[in-house]
């Protein structure tokens, strides 16, 4: 097998970063932030380590999320859909809340889409392990920093934010749990 003069392997190097540079430059454009909200702390539940608002710290808002595909790469967060827990208010889908024994999700507001996905499963990816949760809620990446909202900040734009029960169907270990890097996809 013969190796290529080095000019071409620079070449080839040159046009991979470029790429890659391309790629991530897309991904910013396809979903930017579309304003900010000035920070408000308050009563914030900081259960399973959630962040709190900053008074007069700036967070950015999103409209949109990443295109979904048949493996959408995302952020996945841990939240408590229970009464009294770190999520606020009850579920935006059905009212209702929900325990943290139920395998159930929010997504980012462009992901959530107005609700097109309520009720509906998606097919979670992480850890070697794929498995079904139900979307129950928003992960609202318009507002924050209020009462409604737990006196958390916007959702970034590629939230999965999952119960306890996901985290540990998906069998991630406790010293991992609370920020993870999955795919998912609508079922």
């Known amino acids: 097998m013969a190796i290529p003069p080095p000019s071409l392997l620079v070449l080839v190097l040159v046009a991979h970063v470029c790429l890659g540079s391309y790629l991530h430059f897309s991904y910013a454009q396809q979903c930017s932030p579309n304003g900010q909200i000035t920070g408000v702390s308050g009563d914030c539940n900081t259960d399973n380590n959630a962040d709190c608002c900053v008074n007069g710290q700036m967070y950015d808002t999103y409209s949109c999320s990443p295109t979904v595909t048949g493996e959408t790469q995302a952020h996945m967060t841990i939240n408590s859909f229970a009464e009294g827990g770190d999520?606020?208010?009850?579920?935006?889908?059905?009212?209702?809340?929900?325990?943290?024994?139920?395998?159930?999700?929010a997504l980012s507001t462009g992901w959530y889409d107005g609700g097109s996905r309520c009720s509906k499963n998606i097919k979670i990816n992480a850890n070697g392990q794929t498995m079904l949760a139900k979307v129950v809620d928003e992960c609202d990446s318009l507002h924050g920093c209020d009462q409604e909202h737990a006196f958390q900040p916007p959702c970034a734009p590629n939230i999965v934010d999952a119960s306890r029960a996901v985290w540990e169907a998906l069998g991630i270990p406790e010293s991992q749990i609370g920020d993870y890097d999955i795919t998912w996809s609508d079922e």
Not at 87 to 105: T, W
Request: aromatic share 6%; proline share 5%; with cysteine.
């Open 87 to 105: 999520g606020g208010g009850p579920s935006k889908c059905d009212g209702s809340y929900h325990s943290d024994n139920e395998l159930v999700v």
